[in-house]
């Protein structure tokens, strides 16, 4: 069965850096996109980034365009959120999420917190 399991999150200081990474299994990662969402507090779930299967053509929202970065390691199965410039606004719990067969699949999701 897919499986999506987050790691990577925490507590980090305005304008530092985290990478979260999400390992995958049950499915066939290489061909599927990746998407990465997050969600604050009493606010909806948000679309932060995405990455194509087969070329990994990466798409962000303008939230986190220039400050983010998503990548894949098909031979881990394992895609990446490389963040940068963190802001107290992307305090949030951050899922990774894919569709495989019409059906929609997400992890558990791992939190980040920015503050000083």
């Known amino acids: 069965q897919v499986q999506l399991v987050e790691s990577g999150g925490g507590l980090v200081q305005p304008g530092g850096s985290l990478r979260l990474s999400c390992a995958a299994s049950?499915?066939?990662?290489?061909?599927?996109?990746m998407r990465w969402y997050r969600q604050a507090p009493g606010k909806e779930r948000e679309l932060v980034a995405s990455?194509?299967?087969?070329?990994?053509?990466?798409r962000y929202s303008d939230s986190v365009k220039g400050r983010f970065t998503c990548s894949r390691d098909n031979d881990k199965n394992t895609v990446y959120l490389y963040m940068d410039g963190l802001k107290p606004e992307d305090t949030a719990v951050y899922y990774c999420?894919?569709?495989?067969?019409?059906?929609?699949?997400w992890g558990q999701g791992t939190q980040v917190t920015v503050s000083s």
């Open positions: 049950g499915f066939s990662f290489s061909r599927s996109a």
């Open positions: 999420n894919t569709i495989d067969r019409g059906e929609n699949y």
């Open positions: 990455i194509s299967g087969g070329f990994g053509i990466t």
